[in-house]
Nanobody, 121 residues
Framework: QVRLVQSGGGSVQAGGSLRLSCVAT????????LGWFRQSPGKESQSVAC????????YYHASVQGRFTISQESDKTTVYLQMDSLKPEDTGMYYC??????????????WGQGTQVTVSS
């Protein structure tokens, strides 16, 4: 049974920073990536970032590239998403998730309880 427990999020002004954390336990697919997708009203679900713990390969959505950084602890089950230079467009519910491909986050695999990120202009 996969369990994804996440923390972080909150409200910040544009240009501010937040850090999200996620701890994955259970029967995690060795080849799956671990990261976040986000949802907001009127927008499609969007994969934000993902990291493959085994290879350390990473994925970033073009809209966050250069501003967000995903990293992991040496245990390979704890992942962080450092979000800098936040924009109002980043507002949404962020879900820690795992899937075989970054673009499948939230569509297949598993995800956590979600945390709200709100960026005001």
């Amino acid at each position: 049974q996969v369990r994804l427990v996440q923390s972080g999020g909150g409200s910040v002004q544009a240009g501010g920073s937040l850090r999200l954390s996620c701890v994955a336990t259970g029967d995690i697919d060795t080849w799956a990536c671990l990261g976040w997708f986000r949802q907001s009203p009127g927008k499609e679900s969007q994969s934000v970032a993902c990291i493959y713990p085994t290879t350390r390969g990473t994925y970033y959505h073009a809209s966050v590239q250069g501003r967000f950084t995903i990293s992991q602890e040496s245990d390979k089950t704890t992942v962080y998403l450092q979000m800098d230079s936040l924009k109002p467009e980043d507002t949404g519910m962020y879900y820690c998730a795992t899937a075989t491909l970054p673009t499948l986050l939230g569509k297949t695999g598993d995800w956590g309880q979600g945390t709200q990120v709100t960026v005001s202009s």
